[in-house]
């Protein structure tokens, strides 16, 4: 799936405009008709093309390794040092009624998303999709990649919906430490995300 560059960077380099409303930090889970596999590149699909880039780590190996049944991926986007400013720097240019250009917009303080998927039955799968936030950025504005996530959660459920594979779909505000790839235990223990 060819997509085009995010207006406000990718990666590392993603910034944000403090103007935009950044919204709760949420994740979503679905039951849809197909495999776990699939399921994990077409959310992966999604989150590149609104800006995260994949970790350079073996998340999926690792999983299996310790004997998971789950597929996953882990995206990131933000920069932990490029997320901090000095208050002077926020105090100028976070009370602006008009966006500011690229370069001088703050980049995004470190979020991760990991996209896990598993069988359920034959033919269908469970798919999650949650952000995580790092304590290593900028924590004023450690949710800043809300949008980004909002916006690729809308696009994975309306391509479900396309396709009528859809079963069921949940918005999720946490996730428990139920083992789960995308439960923060397994985040802190398998990639080290702090």
Do not use: C, Y
């Amino acid at each position: 799936m060819s997509r085009t560059p995010h207006p406000q960077g990718s990666g590392r380099d993603a910034r944000t405009s403090r103007l935009e409303h950044q919204g709760p930090l949420r994740g979503a889970r679905w039951i849809v008709r197909s495999d776990p596999e699939r399921l994990v590149r077409i959310a992966a699909d999604f989150l590149t093309g609104v800006g995260f880039e994949f970790r350079d780590d073996d998340f999926d190996g690792g999983l299996r390794a310790r004997g998971s049944e789950w597929t996953a991926t882990a995206l990131e986007i933000g920069d932990e040092k490029g997320s901090k400013r000095s208050w002077w720097r926020g105090l100028l240019t976070d009370e602006l009624p008009f966006p500011l250009p690229h370069a001088l917009q703050p980049v995004l303080p470190p979020t991760l998303v990991v996209a896990a998927a598993r069988p359920v039955v034959a033919g269908v799968a469970e798919l999650v999709v949650f952000p995580h936030t790092s304590t290593r950025g900028d924590a004023t504005h450690a949710r800043a990649a809300a949008p980004r996530v909002t916006a690729a959660l809308e696009q994975i459920t309306a391509a479900a919906g396309a396709e009528g594979a859809m079963l069921s779909h949940e918005s999720l505000s946490g996730m428990a430490n139920d083992g789960s790839p995308a439960s923060q235990a397994v985040v802190r223990e398998v990639l080290q995300w702090r």
